[in-house]
């Protein structure tokens, strides 16, 4: 699966969204809890805005030294015994991982949830060569026995689906027999895939951090499939997007404490696993054999632009919990593995505005993922810079044109800036203008129209939020 | 160990470095941070107060904890046993289990030490018939309830990983207020240019999952369930401030 899933338009994708009031729902409580753990978790941090600032400082500080960051990483990776491989694209990246399942002669291949062999497409790359691909992640593996549904959120891929149809999928794919329990489908996948870890010849992984003082990748994880993956099979691939590297463990503290609670609201995961394979030669268990790819596809072209800090994204989801556009359209909808507000900023800027020129639009600008972002990237200012740059190549409407300059004024205000957010719907109002609607921000007309929407029209996010919790909207 | 190899590594960078601008770095001053939230807290709380926090943690993430003393510690590990209707074990090939007086539990023949059967394969189906899997901590943060275990040699990966149940006995003075103690350590050792484990575990808890409909399932791929074993190791010395104060 590449970066773009689904074929048909994104009005027909948001429509369809929109229209699925199980999705809905199921996304409505999702974030809600999501945002409350967070809150709670955030809290316990004392300052978290100290935390915020020291998390960019240290994000925009790698990234502004990349060349030197991920030199020191290659070289300790290599100095522990370990392969590096850089790739410049993605058919790089894969053919290189097919070239080392070839002289292993490996059949099965086993994996832990990563976005970025989802985004080069790995599995179907190792498929095509004969190689079977299991995803051990447990949502992972729904999708996957499921004809490859697509996934819909970054940290909970299968969070469109229900337990009836997974227990559906199940029985229909693999001859489950028990209830629709979290509890038993689960002990099912668990049977199933232990026997498949025993018998796989390499283990894939992603990787959340690379510490570039060790030759290190760390993994968080809750199910403890990434450490199966990076103990039992004798060959370890980690697949890392090229930006995904701290200077040492001091800084790695920071981001993971920063990724558990801002992802699930958990202090820690159930695992936090640094490896610096391959095992040593007294070591009994794990990889002998590591290889590092390290990816860029599209990355380097957001270096040196003014949208340089996305990627200082540590992919915990945050911005996707909060915003109220992917609650009412849902993850599909955005037609890119990366969807929510992070999706609407990368997407273009990986695979070009041509697939993704109207995700720019499925935003409220109500800078709630801004607020939410534990590395503080400026989501929302980031989306205006996209829509400056389509209105600016494709010379839309007037209208359109109008209100980019009239906020790219506001914005480069901060006070008026933060005014602005509070007063969305101003911003907002060229967009009302029928016309506009149809040929710019297309999705807007769905999700504003649903009645229980209370939203930025009205009220920021936050303030909703509590609002509802008081038991006020809906 | 021989070094490994490194692939399209300058075409790569230099590209890089192109984006942003300049020429290649080969030297950069760490970064200066102002602000450090992370050492402050838990500075001033001392072994009691870090143990009460990592046991209200433990309820939070479905772990088991237990006291012991060394006297007792062997006790209490079967009481567990019998609870978790468990009878087979793995555990470390680890100088602790001797120190700690439970040389009578890794003598048992239901009990297989790591390493100790020849070659990689018989030690993985060993832990992975195990009921249980012991091992002792070697850092543990108090914060996150998480016990962090330095792998290697005897110190195999899949004796926390594989059995059905989990045992993390916890010396007393293996506790520290967070992870950033921990990575202080570390990072120490890479400085140095030591070559760290190949594997460090931080683990809090069982393994779970909230992927279906984001409802909490503890025992998925891991450990069904975990118990930490709080040992007072400092007994002693508890002894001695007392009588100074
Ligand atoms: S943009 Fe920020 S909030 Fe969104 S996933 Fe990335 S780090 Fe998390």
Not at chain 2, 108 to 133: K, T, Y
Request: aromatic share 6%.
């Amino acid at each position: 699966m590449a970066m773009k899933i689904g074929g048909r338009s994104f009005d027909k994708r948001a429509e369809q969204g929109v229209r699925d009031s199980y999705m809905r729902e199921t996304v409505r409580t999702a974030q809600e809890r999501l945002y409350t753990n967070k809150s709670q978790a955030e809290e316990e941090l004392g300052d978290w805005e100290e935390w915020r600032s020291l998390s960019e400082k240290i994000r925009s500080h790698t990234v502004d030294n990349l060349d030197y960051y991920l030199e020191r990483l290659s070289e300790n990776v290599s100095k522990n015994g370990g392969h590096v491989y850089f790739a410049q694209t993605a058919a790089e990246a894969n053919r290189y991982i097919q070239s080392i399942a070839e002289r292993k002669e490996a059949k099965k291949v086993m994996k832990a949830k990563s976005m970025v062999t989802e985004e080069i497409s790995m599995n179907e790359a190792l498929e095509a060569t004969g190689v079977e691909v299991i995803e051990s992640d447990l949502g992972e593996y729904i999708l996957q026995i499921d004809d490859h549904d697509p996934p819909s959120h970054i940290v909970a891929p299968a969070l469109h689906k229900n337990k009836e149809q997974i227990k559906d999928t199940f029985s229909r794919r693999k001859g489950y027999q028990k209830t629709s329990k979290p509890e038993e489908l689960t002990q099912f996948v668990r049977k199933k895939l232990r026997r498949e870890f025993l018998e796989a010849d390499i283990g894939i992984t992603g990787c959340n951090f690379a510490v570039a003082e060790s030759g290190s990748v760390a993994l968080v994880t809750n199910e403890g499939n990434a450490r199966l993956v990076t103990t039992i099979p004798k060959t370890h691939i980690a697949v890392m997007g090229m930006e995904r590297v701290v200077p040492t463990w001091e800084e790695l503290d920071i981001l993971v404490s920063m990724l558990c609670r801002s992802a699930v609201g958990q202090k820690l995961t159930s695992y936090v696993t640094g490896l610096t394979g391959p095992k040593a030669q007294e070591d009994v268990d794990g990889p002998e054999e590591f290889h590092l790819v390290i990816v860029d596809n599209g990355r380097s072209n957001i270096l040196g632009t003014p949208f340089q800090s996305a990627l200082h994204c540590i992919r915990c989801a945050a911005c996707i919990n909060v915003c109220p556009v992917y609650r009412h359209i849902g993850g599909h909808a955005y037609g890119s593995i990366y969807p929510g507000p992070i999706g609407a900023v990368l997407s273009p800027l990986l695979e070009g505005y041509e697939d993704h020129q109207d995700l720019p639009y499925a935003s409220s600008l109500c800078a709630a993922c801004t607020d939410a972002c534990p590395v503080k990237i400026p989501l929302h200012e980031l989306l205006v810079e996209h829509r400056k740059v389509i209105a600016q190549e494709k010379k839309t409407t007037l209208g359109e044109t109008f209100a980019m300059k009239g906020f790219g004024l506001v914005a480069s205000s901060p006070r008026l800036f933060e005014m602005a957010a509070k007063t969305a719907p101003a911003l907002l109002a060229p967009f009302t203008n029928k016309e506009t609607i149809e040929k710019g921000p297309g999705p807007l007309k769905e999700w504003t129209a649903i009645r229980d929407f209370p939203g930025p029209k009205k009220e920021r996010f936050r303030d909703w939020v509590k609002e509802r919790n008081k038991g006020g909207a809906e | 160990m021989s070094s490994g190899n490194v692939q399209n590594q300058t075409t790569f960078l230099n590209h890089v470095a192109d984006r942003l601008g300049r020429e290649r770095r080969t030297t950069v001053n760490p970064p200066s941070y102002f602000s450090f939230p992370h050492q402050k807290m838990g500075k001033e709380a001392d072994i009691s107060e870090l143990a009460k926090v990592l046991k209200k943690q433990c309820l939070a993430i479905h772990t088991d904890v237990r006291e012991a003393t060394i006297n007792n510690l062997r006790e209490v590990i079967d009481q567990v046993f019998v609870e978790y209707e468990a009878i087979t074990a793995a555990v470390w090939d680890d100088p602790r289990f001797h120190q700690f007086g439970l040389d009578s539990i890794v003598e048992r023949p239901q009990v297989s030490v790591w390493g100790e059967e020849p070659g990689r394969e018989a030690n993985i189906q060993a832990a992975e018939q195990a009921d249980v899997g012991i091992t002792f901590s070697d850092y543990t943060l108090a914060e996150s309830g998480t016990v962090v275990i330095m792998n290697g040699a005897g110190k195999g990966l899949s004796v926390s990983l594989l059995p059905t149940n989990y045992i993390a006995i916890i010396p007393l003075s293996t506790l520290v207020p967070r992870m950033t103690q921990a990575t202080a350590a570390i990072h120490e050792q890479a400085e140095k240019g030591r070559r760290l484990p190949a594997c460090i575990n931080f683990i809090s808890g069982p393994s779970n999952s909230a992927d279906i409909e984001l409802d909490l399932v503890v025992g998925v791929h891991g450990p069904v369930r975990a118990c930490y074993i709080l040992v007072d190791d400092l007994k002693k010395e508890k002894k001695n401030e007392h009588e100074t104060n």
